[in-house]
């Protein structure tokens, strides 16, 4: 059973940096890809940031390219996600997902272990 545990969210203003954390349990990685997913107030959960377990293979939405950053440190089977210059539309509940098999693109298909999420609010 996969076990998936957020930090580190919390209220910024605009331009600043946050760096969540996502503490993984259960299982042996090596095989998997995690994800970062968000979800606004009346909006359906988008992709993030993905990343590949082994090769450390890195995906990101456009809308953070170049402002997020998605890490895994292996030692401590911890995925973080790296924020900067954060703006009011990047406000969301964060959410931590693993998937049992690499993941090539964005989609949430095949993400089915899930962390409680954890609240960004960007303030302008």
């Known amino acids: 059973q996969v076990q998936l545990v957020e930090s580190g969210g919390g209220l910024v203003q605009a331009g600043g940096s946050l760096r969540l954390s996502c503490a993984a349990s259960g299982r042996t990685f090596s095989n998997y890809a995690m994800g970062w997913f968000r979800q606004a107030p009346g909006k359906e959960r988008e992709s993030v940031a993905v990343?590949?377990?082994?090769?450390?293979?890195?995906r990101y939405a456009d809308s953070v390219k170049g402002r997020f950053t998605i890490s895994r440190e292996k030692a401590k089977n911890t995925v973080y996600l790296q924020m900067n210059s954060l703006k009011p539309e990047d406000t969301a509940v964060y959410y931590c997902?693993?998937?049992?098999?690499?993941?090539?693109?964005?989609?949430?298909?095949?993400?089915?272990?899930w962390g409680q999420g954890t609240q960004v609010t960007v303030s302008a």
């Open positions: 990343i590949n377990w082994s090769a450390g293979t890195t």
């Open positions: 997902a693993a998937r049992p098999a690499p993941a090539y693109g964005l989609g949430l298909t095949g993400f089915g272990s």
